[in-house]
């Protein structure tokens, strides 16, 4: 069993835009983010691909890595994820070649399904519905072959990105990145921080189907989860508030941009059954509370490895949780 001190911890930022906030204060606090928990001793620093969101800034996945890697020095630095069905491969594997020629030894690929979007958008990036559906094996195949060794005779080589070898990880919310992910021997990220349900269910299918690779000898199963630290828990969960408005109005169809926290929510029953459901993983209290509540979170899951996502309305906040929880590591 994974105890506390002995689980690896790393970061994820949606690149979440205030209320009355900026794109460029955003991505400004992302380099502050990642250079922060980088002297905090965390492992890796990942953003995700959204599009047509109103309250995330990370849809240029790639540059923004780019630019939060250029910004820092140890920690690696990667994608959770990119939707892979949204570009050809060969684009990825060139975007993510010229990373790691610039940061060698610290580049990430993690890799989704998903849209990102709704499909209006997918219309507005050309991407046919049923992309990544029925042939995400065979994209994910052609991604590995031009960051791999070129073969003789291969007519077309990602310059940069042959060679490369960077690290690959599939992101999933059910059993279908997390079987394929056995079944190539790749690490295993499971989405823990919007959809829980499945949650043990995928990871049981990883472990136990899991096949030795080139890459991975033994399964490595990450799980990313919702943690907001303060210094009490009625703090902590004043705070939280941010994030259930968050989730509350992507339901409803309106703006996700971070909002401050409210004493009381404004939710009928089933909307905040929703949202506690999505929620569900979520770690939220002081540093007592939230030990108590990730021992017991790694005492059912066994994880390796903690994606952690704090949504925090003021960065100072967001700041603040992330040094207490690796405070916790000592």
């Given at each position: ?19 009355d906030g900026s ?99 997918m219309q507005a ?166 030990r108590q509540q ?37």
């Amino acid at each position: 069993m994974t105890t506390l001190s002995e689980v690896t911890l790393s970061v994820l930022d949606l690149a979440p835009i205030r209320k009355d906030g900026s794109i460029r204060e955003t991505l400004d606090n992302t380099v502050t983010l990642a250079q922060t928990v980088e002297a905090l001793g965390y492992h890796r620093f990942w953003m995700a691909e959204h599009h047509n969101i109103s309250g995330i800034a990370s849809a240029a996945t790639s540059v923004l890595i780019g630019h939060v890697a250029g910004q820092t020095s140890t920690m690696r630095i990667g994608s959770g994820g990119i939707m892979l069905p949204n570009h050809p491969p060969l684009v990825i594997a060139e975007q993510f070649g010229t990373l790691a020629t610039l940061y060698p030894d610290r580049i990430d690929l993690g890799l989704g399904r998903a849209p990102g979007s709704d499909g209006a958008t997918m219309q507005a990036m050309r991407r046919h519905p049923r992309a990544g559906v029925d042939d995400f094996p065979e994209q994910l195949a052609e991604l590995q072959r031009y960051l791999g060794d070129a073969s003789p005779g291969q007519r077309v080589q990602a310059v940069p990105g042959q060679g490369t070898h960077v690290p690959i990880w599939l992101l999933g919310s059910s059993g279908y990145s997390a079987q394929l992910a056995a079944r190539l021997g790749l690490p295993f990220a499971f989405a823990g921080q919007f959809a829980p349900g499945y949650m043990h269910e995928a990871l049981r299918l990883y472990r136990e189907q899991f096949q030795p690779s080139e890459t991975l000898k033994a399964p490595w199963a990450m799980l990313g989860i919702p943690v907001l630290l303060a210094d009490t828990d009625e703090r902590a969960h004043w705070l939280a508030t941010t994030q259930q408005q968050k989730f509350l109005n992507l339901m409803r169809g309106q703006s996700t941009h971070l909002l401050p926290p409210v004493d009381n929510m404004d939710w009928m029953p089933h909307e905040r059954m929703a949202v506690q459901q999505n929620l569900g993983a979520t770690i939220v209290g002081s540093p007592d509370t939230a030990r108590q509540q990730l021992d017991r979170l790694l005492e059912e899951t066994g994880v390796n490895e903690l994606m952690i996502n704090t949504d925090a309305y003021s960065l100072e906040d967001r700041l603040t949780s992330y040094r207490l929880l690796a405070e916790l590591q000592q």
